[in-house]
């Protein structure tokens, strides 16, 4: 099963929306064929892992990180592939939690006379695919939210200088962050203090995210970089701005009003809308305002923190949030892990339990909500 997710992992930058899947067929003690998931319309890993045993499938033993599809989608059924090969066993490390499948696939197996196990490496299997699980039993996209600060906490100077903060290695690191993102989302002030790409430029992928700007009063420069290079989401809350917006649609861009009751983006909004498109993963690089109104909207599921060895004195912060009274009423996270990438410090922070249930909720935003641009 070891195996199975180690194959599945190789379509982290690739595989979106489907999951990330891995196959091992296994026959009297050696493996007779492997197989992963690499792009959605393309062979799911059972099919593959199938096609390079050939006959020797039958009375094997077949170990996957997920259940197998039992619907049509771009593909057959993967179920009908297994029974078809009578494979005697088939050992899954977790339930598809996609409604069309959930458990479906495992008793079409087992009416199928296969012997059938599951909870092998279940949580790393759900690890690998928590934006797809997410998005299935939430409706909204596992948000992840990129930070690089100064150990002090200053993630621009008073007078907007922020790069580079953090040395390459971290800016490579957090690069292969992005790339494994359906989206990358960022908000109007970044755009203008920073003109900013947001692609993935240094780790090797053949897919760039899409990139979603969350503006409200639709003021993005038309000759920003964002806009000029085409397919960018526009989240905004400004309405009759009917030049504007044309002018914007002719540069390749999509407009959708999401207005909250203040006149702002209504971000749980935003975040069903990117489910809607099949977005399982969102990385966001914004500026302290965006990322505190996404906190406060408990629209966030994980930190991701870039430390640099340096102090730099009054800025901005990473978050813009409400004052508190009590140290109890912080936002508590779990740290999952801490890991230096060259001369900075990675830490990766969650809230809720594993699968992300949930967010910061209201200790986020215990005086309410913070407005983002």
């Known amino acids: 099963m070891a195996r199975a997710l180690e194959l599945a992992a190789r379509g982290l930058y690739t595989t979106t929306p489907n999951p990330r899947v891995g196959c091992v067929i296994v026959r009297a003690g050696e493996v007779v064929g492997e197989g992963w998931h690499a792009r959605a319309g393309e062979a799911h890993a059972e099919v593959v892992a199938l ?26 059924p993967c179920v009908d592939a297994l029974i078809e090969a009578q494979v005697a066993r088939v050992i899954v490390a977790m339930e598809d939690p996609n409604p069309q499948v959930d458990g479906r696939g495992l008793e079409r197996l087992r009416e199928s006379g296969i012997e ?51 040395g390459p290695e971290a800016r490579a690191d957090g690069h292969a962050w992005r790339a494994r993102a359906c989206a990358i989302l960022t908000g109007i002030g970044t755009v203008r203090a920073d003109d900013p790409r947001l692609d993935v430029r240094l780790v090797a992928t053949e897919r760039q995210p899409r990139r979603v700007l969350v503006d409200s009063l639709l003021a993005v420069d038309v000759d920003s970089r964002l806009v000029r290079a085409g397919n960018l989401l526009i989240a905004t ?12 649609r002719d540069h390749g ?93 990675r830490i990766v922070a969650r809230f809720g339990g594993d699968g992300g249930d949930g967010g910061p909720a209201a ?11």
């Open 51 to 76: 096609a390079q045993a050939g006959g020797r499938a039958r009375g094997a033993d077949v170990y996957l990180s997920l259940e197998p599809c039992s619907h049509f989608g771009r593909t057959p």
């Open 116 to 166: 059938v196990r599951c909870g092998l490496l279940r949580d790393e299997a759900h690890e690998l695919n928590v934006g797809f699980c997410t998005r299935m039993t939430r409706g909204r996209p596992w948000v992840r939210v990129k930070v690089a600060a100064s150990l002090d906490g200053t993630t621009a100077l008073a007078n907007g200088v922020s790069q580079w903060i953090t």
């Open 237 to 248: 809350a400004a309405r009759g701005l009917v030049e504007k917006e044309r002018e914007l």
């Open 253 to 345: 861009c999509e407009i959708v009003h999401l207005p909250d009751r203040n006149g702002r983006v209504d971000l749980p909004a935003l975040m069903r809308e990117l489910s809607s498109r099949a977005f399982n993963e969102i990385h966001v690089e914004g500026g302290f305002r965006l990322n505190g109104a996404l906190l406060a909207a408990a629209c966030v599921d994980e930190l991701l923190v870039y430390l640099a060895p340096t102090l730099l004195g009054p800025g901005n912060g990473m978050f813009a949030l409400p004052p508190l009274e009590r140290l109890d009423d912080g936002a508590r996270l779990r740290i999952t892990s801490v890991a230096s990438v060259g001369a900075d410090v």
């Open 363 to 373: 200790a986020a935003s215990p005086r309410g909500p913070v407005s983002a641009s």
